[in-house]
């Protein structure tokens, strides 16, 4: 059976493209989404909402020199309209702007062509944008930006981001008083008079629904009554900002999906994109596929959730798309590849090198050891090995990398000595790649998993008053609000202690280091680590490393044996502004610090980890990732038999 053929008609204020399977219809020359049709939907967007207002483009912007993740926010919305491709298999549609001199202080220095594509037989549409900044403009700083669908609130209440993620949701009125009340932060709030019932009680937060960009590949929508699905596909992170574990919203109440390509969420203002007058810079954000799909059987929500996750599948496997007709968006014989082969060597876990199966492997713009995860200007590719430790980074564009790596299980960055410079067709073999971790010598104690998170630590149940049922007995707990409240009522009179030999780190080390609340206000927090030596000679010397999974205004003070010293063996100053605590991640940016240990005695010794800031209930804070004590290489195993 042929496939209907594509329509495109275009009026004074208005675009519609037809595929015989879904119909949108486009503002022009602005380029918003004003509806999509399907299956007999008339427009699954929200009719309640202004037409610029259901689905769009936007970004924040500020000039230079302005601190932190805000600015001003920009509705991009196209000045000029043009149809680039029109054929029996492809339609893509062009709605830009550019900019000039008069707008400077008015407007985001950039030219920015929006791109809207449908093709023959496809279930839903495309969209990507080229952003560019010209060498002679003036600078500016670029904390996000996104593309954003709002469906219409009375047919999509069924939200789905992962395989156990999935629920009915409350409605947008829920959340505004006063049926809903705002918690410690604006985003967060309490619904104490629901429309329906079944959501009284629970607190709703967008952050609550935020991915990894590693394991965010599709997420949407459902409507139940119509077995109707409304997803965004991601079939490529290549354009997203932070590497794979930065965190990005997905969807959330409104009903709303997005699909995020640069924001400052999880990392601070670290990850806001600063550009210079001198600096030219130009981007391909996506594309990104909306898919829609339906289901006429009894399996409803399982069966458009498997089938969407089956497009991304095939989304992923056409990537890079042929169809894009800009030359700024490189097709595969366009583009290289990297190849190779990673093994860990750490001659305290095996006098043999050690296969790094699962290894995370990528391609990011040349900087410092472990810039990757701060980078938000350029392109990155990533990977992971297999279980012989190979790798292949395939489909890589034209310009200079460098190879960057972290092995969970293994503390620190890799990162290679060599610039790859990737060309049109490049097959780049680097054989075997070894790593070596920092190590000063054996282990005697460590507590969590080098795996760049603290969920493996101790992540209390929720204030009944305050929880997302869905979140209830689940892997990600962490996700419930106001779990750093929780802290102070488990450790009222004093702070955490630890013993080596003794304590259980899935049971007795908090997640989070957070401000202690005391009915004066919080105050900073200082955890104890006690550890006893049978024996000390004068030849040993002890190394700390410490990795933090987060840090948010935060300041880390290390002791040994007098909580009290001044000056502390070692203070990081103040770190991190990535929030992650407060919006339910349980990971941020990484950190790692090594602290030479002046001052072990032999039998007891206790190490004072000290947070001393306290500006409120969650920051400043720290999440842990794993913490380890070394000896001298040569020292005899010296750590006490309570182990």
């Given at each position: 059976?042929?496939?209907?053929?594509?329509?495109?008609?275009?009026?004074?204020?208005?675009?519609?493209?037809?595929?015989?399977?879904?119909?949108?219809?486009?503002?022009?020359?602005?380029?918003?989404?004003?509806?999509?049709?399907?299956?007999?939907?008339?427009?699954?967007?929200?009719?309640?909402?202004?037409?610029?207002?259901?689905?769009?483009?936007?970004?924040?912007?500020?000039?230079?020199?302005?601190?932190?993740?805000?600015?001003?926010?920009?509705?991009?919305?196209?000045?000029?309209?043009?149809?680039?491709?029109?054929?029996?298999?492809?339609?893509?549609?062009?709605?830009?702007?550019?900019?000039?001199?008069?707008?400077?202080?008015?407007?985001?220095?950039?030219?920015?062509?929006?791109?809207?594509?449908?093709?023959?037989?496809?279930?839903?549409?495309?969209?990507?944008?080229?952003?560019?900044?010209?060498?002679?403009?003036?600078?500016?700083?670029?904390?996000?930006?996104?593309?954003?669908?709002?469906?219409?609130?009375?047919?999509?209440?069924?939200?789905?981001?992962?395989?156990?993620?999935?629920?009915?949701?409350?409605?947008?009125?829920?959340?505004?008083?006063?049926?809903?009340?705002?918690?410690?932060?604006?985003?967060?709030?309490?619904?104490?008079?629901?429309?329906?019932?079944?959501?009284?009680?629970?607190?709703?937060?967008?952050?609550?629904?935020?991915?990894?960009?590693?394991?965010?590949?599709?997420?949407?929508?459902?409507?139940?009554?119509?077995?109707?699905?409304?997803?965004?596909?991601?079939?490529?992170?290549?354009?997203?900002?932070?590497?794979?574990?930065?965190?990005?919203?997905?969807?959330?109440?409104?009903?709303?999906?997005?699909?995020?390509?640069?924001?400052?969420?999880?990392?601070?203002?670290?990850?806001?994109?600063?550009?210079?007058?001198?600096?030219?810079?130009?981007?391909?954000?996506?594309?990104?596929?909306?898919?829609?799909?339906?289901?006429?059987?009894?399996?409803?929500?399982?069966?458009?959730?498997?089938?969407?996750?089956?497009?991304?599948?095939?989304?992923?496997?056409?990537?890079?798309?042929?169809?894009?007709?800009?030359?700024?968006?490189?097709?595969?014989?366009?583009?290289?590849?990297?190849?190779?082969?990673?093994?860990?060597?750490?001659?305290?876990?095996?006098?043999?090198?050690?296969?790094?199966?699962?290894?995370?492997?990528?391609?990011?713009?040349?900087?410092?050891?472990?810039?990757?995860?701060?980078?938000?200007?350029?392109?990155?590719?990533?990977?992971?090995?297999?279980?012989?430790?190979?790798?292949?980074?395939?489909?890589?564009?034209?310009?200079?990398?460098?190879?960057?790596?972290?092995?969970?299980?293994?503390?620190?960055?890799?990162?290679?000595?060599?610039?790859?410079?990737?060309?049109?067709?490049?097959?780049?073999?680097?054989?075997?790649?070894?790593?070596?971790?920092?190590?000063?010598?054996?282990?005697?104690?460590?507590?969590?998993?080098?795996?760049?998170?603290?969920?493996?630590?101790?992540?209390?149940?929720?204030?009944?008053?305050?929880?997302?049922?869905?979140?209830?007995?689940?892997?990600?707990?962490?996700?419930?609000?106001?779990?750093?409240?929780?802290?102070?009522?488990?450790?009222?009179?004093?702070?955490?202690?630890?013993?080596?030999?003794?304590?259980?780190?899935?049971?007795?080390?908090?997640?989070?280091?957070?401000?202690?609340?005391?009915?004066?206000?919080?105050?900073?927090?200082?955890?104890?680590?006690?550890?006893?030596?049978?024996?000390?000679?004068?030849?040993?010397?002890?190394?700390?490393?410490?990795?933090l999974a987060s840090a948010n205004l935060a300041e880390l003070q290390v002791r040994l044996n007098d909580p009290k010293a001044d000056p502390p063996l070692f203070s990081s100053g103040l770190i991190g502004k990535d929030n992650s605590i407060s919006r339910?991640?349980?990971?941020?940016?990484?950190?790692?610090?090594?602290?030479?240990?002046?001052?072990?005695?032999?039998?007891?010794?206790?190490?004072?980890?000290?947070?001393?800031?306290?500006?409120?209930?969650?920051?400043?804070?720290?999440?842990?990732?794993?913490?380890?004590?070394?000896?001298?290489?040569?020292?005899?195993?010296?750590?006490?038999?309570?182990?």
């Amino acid at each position: 059976m042929s496939q209907p053929e594509l329509k495109l008609v275009i009026q004074d204020h208005q675009v519609a493209v037809d595929n015989g399977i879904c119909q949108v219809t486009l503002s022009k020359p602005e380029g918003d989404v004003t509806a999509v049709s399907y299956n007999g939907l008339d427009n699954l967007l929200e009719v309640l909402n202004q037409d610029f207002d259901r689905g769009y483009w936007d970004l924040v912007w500020s000039v230079p020199g302005f601190a932190g993740t805000t600015g001003m926010d920009d509705r991009i919305q196209g000045t000029s309209f043009k149809v680039v491709v029109e054929t029996d298999e492809q339609i893509e549609l062009s709605f830009a702007r550019n900019w000039d001199p008069s707008l400077e202080g008015k407007s985001v220095p950039l030219n920015i062509d929006k791109r809207f594509v449908m093709l023959r037989g496809a279930s839903g549409f495309y969209c990507y944008a080229i952003y560019e900044h010209l060498k002679e403009w003036p600078g500016f700083n670029l904390p996000q930006t996104r593309i954003v669908f709002k469906l219409r609130k009375d047919k999509f209440q069924y939200m789905a981001v992962a395989d156990n993620r999935q629920r009915r949701m409350p409605l947008p009125d829920d959340r505004v008083p006063p049926r809903g009340r705002a918690l410690d932060y604006p985003e967060s709030v309490l619904l104490v008079d629901p429309i329906e019932p079944e959501f009284k009680g629970e607190v709703d937060d967008k952050y609550q629904y935020s991915c990894d960009n590693k394991d965010l590949q599709v997420h949407g929508w459902i409507d139940e009554v119509s077995s109707t699905g409304f997803w965004q596909i991601t079939p490529s992170s290549e354009f997203r900002s932070g590497g794979p574990p930065k965190q990005n919203l997905t969807s959330h109440v409104g009903p709303i999906t997005l699909a995020m390509f640069l924001s400052a969420h999880y990392s601070g203002e670290d990850l806001v994109a600063k550009f210079g007058e001198e600096e030219p810079w130009k981007k391909v954000f996506g594309p990104v596929f909306f898919y829609i799909n339906s289901s006429g059987n009894d399996e409803g929500r399982s069966s458009l959730w498997e089938d969407a996750k089956n497009q991304a599948r095939v989304e992923a496997d056409q990537w890079p798309y042929d169809f894009p007709a800009s030359e700024d968006f490189p097709k595969a014989n366009l583009r290289g590849k990297v190849r190779g082969r990673f093994f860990v060597q750490d001659r305290y876990a095996s006098e043999d090198l050690i296969v790094a199966a699962g290894g995370y492997i990528g391609l990011a713009p040349p900087g410092e050891v472990g810039s990757w995860q701060r980078n938000c200007k350029g392109y990155q590719f990533w990977t992971r090995t297999d279980e012989t430790g190979h790798f292949s980074i395939s489909n890589v564009r034209i310009g200079d990398y460098g190879l960057n790596a972290w092995v969970p299980g293994f503390i620190g960055d890799y990162m290679n000595d060599t610039i790859l410079a990737i060309t049109p067709g490049c097959d780049i073999n680097l054989g075997d790649l070894v790593y070596a971790p920092l190590r000063h010598g054996p282990t005697l104690w460590e507590i969590g998993v080098p795996d760049r998170s603290a969920a493996e630590f101790f992540v209390p149940d929720p204030d009944p008053k305050y929880i997302n049922k869905l979140y209830v007995d689940h892997p990600h707990k962490f996700r419930q609000y106001g779990l750093w409240e929780r802290y102070a009522e488990l450790h009222p009179d004093g702070d955490l202690v630890y013993k080596i030999g003794e304590s259980d780190y899935t049971k007795d080390w908090f997640f989070a280091q957070v401000p202690r609340k005391t009915k004066n206000g919080y105050e900073g927090t200082t955890w104890e680590i006690k550890f006893t030596l049978n024996t000390v000679s004068q030849n040993q010397t002890y190394k700390l490393r410490v990795a933090l999974a987060s840090a948010n205004l935060a300041e880390l003070q290390v002791r040994l044996n007098d909580p009290k010293a001044d000056p502390p063996l070692f203070s990081s100053g103040l770190i991190g502004k990535d929030n992650s605590i407060s919006r339910h991640g349980i990971h941020g940016l990484y950190w790692l610090y090594s602290v030479d240990l002046v001052g072990v005695v032999e039998g007891e010794n206790s190490i004072y980890l000290t947070q001393p800031r306290t500006e409120g209930p969650f920051q400043p804070g720290l999440l842990y990732d794993y913490i380890r004590l070394e000896t001298s290489p040569s020292s005899p195993d010296s750590i006490s038999s309570q182990l």
